[in-house]
């Protein structure tokens, strides 16, 4: 916690330092935006593009920690204790062309601390080293027609960890109906994923990479140590997210959505042990392609002026044989116009999927296997509360820092997994 509060210390002296650069006023939104250019604007009545400027700046972070007895790692048993700190910071460009339209880039950039205990075991002495990071730049660009309110929009992203490196690209659109109440979007998006073959240490081929292999497993694997030249598999993800959203009336808005997802290529992690009945273990195994199918509607109610409910119900399949259902609720209650508290609460359950099964239960003669049980037949819970302030004057009287958001989740599944999240968000115009 004390690593978040630092964080959020040092962010936020720069954030002030930037209050006392020059701000204009943006004529559409009646709201300030910080100055990129010292000279006037050039506008006229017939043509009136805005330059480049930095409309807004969100800051996330959050802390999170896990424990539970079921680690893949292990092949099913062993703890599955983990922290997990993260930060993102995303900055939000604004300029609109000769024809009004509005052209905003997002340029983000996160980054993960993390502890896993089950990460050390990778090597069967527990020499492996627990600790990781992850960074993940991503960049998008959105144009939204003056006119009509459609948007069309590229991005991409990347992230890297000790064990992975992904690279992602996405096209996205959005068309309004003629009464603007209703919306149809959609999004297609690809990720071209490379996996390292880190083994656990019984299991490192015998070859002329024996030896740079054994160190990856006993330090780059956990993120730590020297980088060795190790073997990597690929794997492609593709996607397709269509919705539909529609205000009914004042008070009433509802959104339908549906996903269509495609995986092929290594969908297995070697580091994952598996146990058969005869007591001898290996390395997890997985088809080479996965299919999935999530379908979901979205309900929001105005309860009056103070009360706002936000439902969501989602159905997931695939051609693993995990069938899955969530509920979720949030009640966001104003307490004040610029204060509002919003407990929430999620419901989740998942049948197995068809190649799981707990330590030793596998047979030698099955042709798929795993004991992570991300695949297992379960049931969770997740509960908390966020708060916002958002003055008018700005949070702790900072103009440029016009929202602050913090929320706190705790999470429980029936397989003994508990978790805590804290998060902290920050916008600033």
């Known amino acids: 916690m004390r690593k978040i509060f630092l964080s959020v210390v040092g962010f936020s002296m720069i954030c002030r330092l930037n209050a006392h650069a020059q701000v204009k006023q943006d004529s559409v ?29 969100d800051f996330v972070s959050s802390y999170y920690s896990q424990n539970g007895d079921h680690s893949a790692v292990t092949g099913g048993i062993g703890t599955e204790k983990v922290t997990d700190f993260a930060n993102s910071i995303n900055l939000n460009f604004v300029w609109t062309n000769q024809h009004q339209n509005k ?18 075991f990778v090597s069967k002495t527990g020499a492996s080293s627990p600790n990781g990071t992850r960074l993940y730049p991503s960049l998008d660009w959105t144009v939204e027609n003056a006119k009509t309110g459609n948007t069309f929009g590229v991005g991409t992203y990347y992230s890297s960890e000790y064990n992975y490196q992904s690279l992602g690209a996405d096209l996205h659109f959005s068309v309004k109906t003629d009464d603007k109440n209703g919306e149809f979007s959609a999004k297609l998006q690809g990720y071209f994923d490379h996996v390292k073959l880190i083994y656990p240490s019984e299991f490192i081929p015998v070859s002329t990479t024996t030896t740079t292999i054994t160190s990856a497993s006993s330090s780059s694997s956990s993120g730590g140590g020297h980088k060795a030249n190790i073997p990597s598999s690929p ?17 009433l808005q509802i959104a339908f959505l549906a996903d269509v997802v495609g995986q092929n290529g290594y969908l297995s992690l070697p580091f994952h042990r598996v146990y058969f009945t005869t007591g ?83 047979s030698p003669t099955d042709q798929y296997y795993t004991s992570n049980y991300e695949y297992a037949k379960f049931s969770s819970q997740f509960f908390g509360v966020g708060f916002r302030i958002a003055p008018p004057k700005g949070v702790f009287g900072w103009q440029s820092l016009h929202e602050l958001e913090i929320r706190y989740g705790h999470y429980t599944q029936t397989t003994n997994l508990t978790s805590d999240v804290v998060s902290l968000s920050l916008g600033f115009k």
């Open 103 to 120: 052209n905003t880039l997002a340029v983000g950039l996160g980054f993960d601390a993390h502890t896993a205990a089950s990460q050390a």
């Open 29 to 57: 939104s009646n709201k300030p935006a910080f100055s990129l250019y010292n000279t006037p604007d050039q506008d006229s009545t017939q043509y009136n593009p805005r330059k480049l400027r930095l409309d807004e700046v």
């Open 235 to 251: 794997r492609e993800t593709y996607s397709a997210a269509f919705g539909y959203t529609q205000i009914i009336n004042s008070r």
């Open 280 to 362: 001898k273990d290996t390395i997890e195994k997985l088809p080479s392609s996965r299919f999935k199918l999530p379908l979901g509607f979205r309900l929001n109610y105005f309860l009056g002026d103070n009360i706002i409910l936000r439902s969501y119900y989602r159905y997931y399949l695939d051609n693993w044989g995990i069938r899955s259902n969530t509920a979720n609720l949030e009640i966001a209650y104003k307490v004040s116009p610029f204060f509002s508290i919003s407990p929430f609460y999620r419901y989740y359950n998942q049948s197995a999927a068809r190649y799981f099964a707990p330590y030793e239960e596998h």
